[in-house]
């Protein structure tokens, strides 16, 4: 099992098999010894999952000392029952460990509109304290996948701290304001405050650029805590270095997207905005024309141009000033690039990471998104997810 | 050879192949006898096709003569080079009809970013008035079409009057204020402001509402002549006809969606206004992970819920006022029915129409939408289009 060169000071962790739905690790807790600094973002979903409110409550006054999350069952259209078994989930953790339920944040993630089996996690939560240790952040990392194929995370130092972060998610994925799964811990002495804007700055220019299928997940949780132990740290290099793992979690994510077998990374640069830039790069990067033709290596750039014209709504567009490349080979500059090799376009295509690279010729803002391929496979895993 | 039962007045036609990509057909023109009230309306993405703003121009004044149409190569992203060929087709048609260029609406179908080849154009254009028949309509609904795998068409008596309309569109259909193309003859005396009102009313009520993959065509045209020649209809009557045509053609098309399995009807009532509706239905019948369940009859309801509340940007959702059925079997209202048994779920998903039904609780407007499952089929004619 992969592991994590180091761990940030004062992290505890178990994660178990509870039973929710096989026999796989479905049920994790990370506490900090001390009670720590904290910030979070959920998802924009409506249909939001019962963990969502509870969060949500628990985070807002900036501080908490524990994650509890389970995976193969989101707990999500389940009414008022959905509410109170989570906040039962919570009050039980909170008994085993010393800490106040307010203080933990919990998170759920699988199949929408099941209830969760209460018998179950009440005879798994009895105890399981001293399953708690030290340094296995990476069992946790595998206990919040579902349909994942495998564990995303990653650790960094920054001077004396250490920030590790995990995630999952690779279906449902496009992000409103918030994200998948992340969870991030640093031993660093952060305010409140400050971490949200880190956290807010991060997600933004990470998984909030991130799309698999345009589903939004109605789970969507990025939290991170920051227990101070190892002191202050350089805060502009605190915040470069989330920003950069966020980014690395989030393309972890897209090419584990499910079925997928390419990253796809776009770029559009001379907007007249970056609101512009990223929509036009997430119609491109979510278009199901695009994604398939980047399966199959088809070199059919015209459905570039057909997913960026078709922001018509909100956007100015001026074909005639459009470059349109796939790496270093441009195929359309105003109109087609004569004496393109379509050969070389289906070779490049077979690479596993695609970068598409459009320039609107309008203005000088730019965003980068990433995604992935459309298959066979992604069809298999969704025409079948619960039967 | 499927046929049409009935044909209007004064209307003549023919089809053929010109060798754009391969030899099926590839090339048509309708034409009136004598000029005609118009009516179109135009796809609005921004990368259009080098034939709408001809179009556009040519149906200004309410009057047409002509349809012209090729399929294989949709003259996209080609610069000021396709505006000229296109011009060019139209004038050679004119010469050899005797018809104004301004009379002539032309469309082009099929792949983005190559130049229609010329030389086989001006060759095959070259006496082809000759070939001018009526009564064979139903050659023009297999001419226009790419990757579909049958004609849609459908004719109809307004009293003394006859209606019939034809379509083409099984991928790259999200229509946004138009559709994929779509052509309606009739001999019924009507004024042009009269003929554009009712072809709007028909097509927010059918193609608008139709999506394959959210993808919107580069080419979308739908266009309506009326020659008279058949003197006035009873124009209620001729308006539920338009309108109950252009729905049967949708749900064709929809039906007939690349790789499509099963037509997705989505009725979304209770709504605050018929747009929220509209973007809510919109949401489901579009979301993959519906459309992959469907395809796989899993019956994983808690899809409908997350693409309910996907649309958390306009919408003010309450998921305790939220209904949602499958055909008569309603799985959840306010929250999880109880006892309902997946297994006659999974079962009507076999069906090859599947209804699902929305209610939202929050008012008393309703609209209706069509799409289609996504298959293994869909990704592999996607992946291999132009290869």
Same mark, same amino acid.
């Given at each position: ?103 933990? !944040?919990?998170? &759920?993630?699988?199949? %929408? ?6 018998? $179950?996690? +009440? =005879?798994?939560?009895? #105890? ?8 296995? !952040?990476?069992? &946790?990392?595998?206990? %919040? ?6 564990? $995303?995370? +990653? =650790?960094?130092?920054? #001077? ?228």
């Amino acid at each position: 099992m992969q592991t994590l060169p180091f761990h940030p000071r004062g992290f505890r962790s178990c994660a178990k098999n509870v039973g929710i739905r096989d026999e796989s690790l479905d049920f994790t807790v990370i506490a900090s010894d001390v009670p720590a600094s904290a910030a979070a973002m959920f998802t924009q979903n409506r249909f939001c999952g019962a963990a969502i409110p509870v969060g949500r409550e628990h985070v807002a006054n900036g501080r908490l000392q524990a994650f509890v999350i389970n995976s193969k069952n989101a707990n999500v259209a389940t009414g008022e029952q959905g509410i109170r078994n989570i906040r039962e989930v919570v009050r039980l953790v909170g008994e085993e460990l010393g800490i106040a339920p307010e203080d933990i !944040l919990p998170s &759920s993630t699988g199949v %929408i509109g099941w209830q969760l089996p209460m018998e $179950k996690l +009440r =005879a798994s939560i009895r #105890g399981f304290s001293a399953e708690m240790q030290p340094g296995c !952040l990476h069992v &946790s990392a595998r206990a %919040i996948m579902t349909t994942d194929t495998r564990p $995303k995370m +990653r =650790a960094r130092k920054i #001077g004396n701290a250490v920030l590790v972060g995990i995630a999952k998610g690779v279906g449902m994925i496009e992000p409103n304001m918030a994200t998948m799964l992340s969870y991030f811990m640093t031993d660093a002495r952060i305010e409140p405050d400050q971490l949200q804007a880190c956290l807010k700055e991060a997600v933004d220019l990470s998984f909030n650029m991130l799309s698999v299928d345009t589903d939004t997940s109605t789970s969507d949780t990025v939290a991170i805590m920051a227990n101070g132990l190892a002191g202050d740290v350089n805060m502009i290099e605190f915040r470069q270095a989330l920003c950069k793992m966020a980014v690395e979690l989030t393309k972890d994510l897209a090419s584990d997207g499910e079925g997928a077998t390419k990253l796809i990374e776009v770029t559009v640069d001379e907007a007249s905005s970056f609101g512009q830039a990223k929509r036009i790069a997430k119609s491109i990067v979510n278009s199901p024309l695009v994604k398939t033709a980047v399966f199959g290596a088809d070199p059919n750039w015209g459905r570039i141009a057909m997913a960026i014209g078709k922001c018509s709504e909100q956007e100015e567009i001026d074909p005639e000033k459009v470059t349109i490349a796939f790496g270093d080979i441009v195929v359309y500059r105003g109109e087609p690039v004569e004496h393109v090799s379509l050969d070389q376009l289906k070779s490049y295509l077979h690479h596993s990471e695609i970068e598409i690279h459009v320039s609107l010729g309008l203005g000088h803002e730019q965003a980068t998104v990433w995604g992935c391929d459309l298959t066979y496979e992604y069809v298999r895993i969704n025409g079948e997810y619960t039967s």
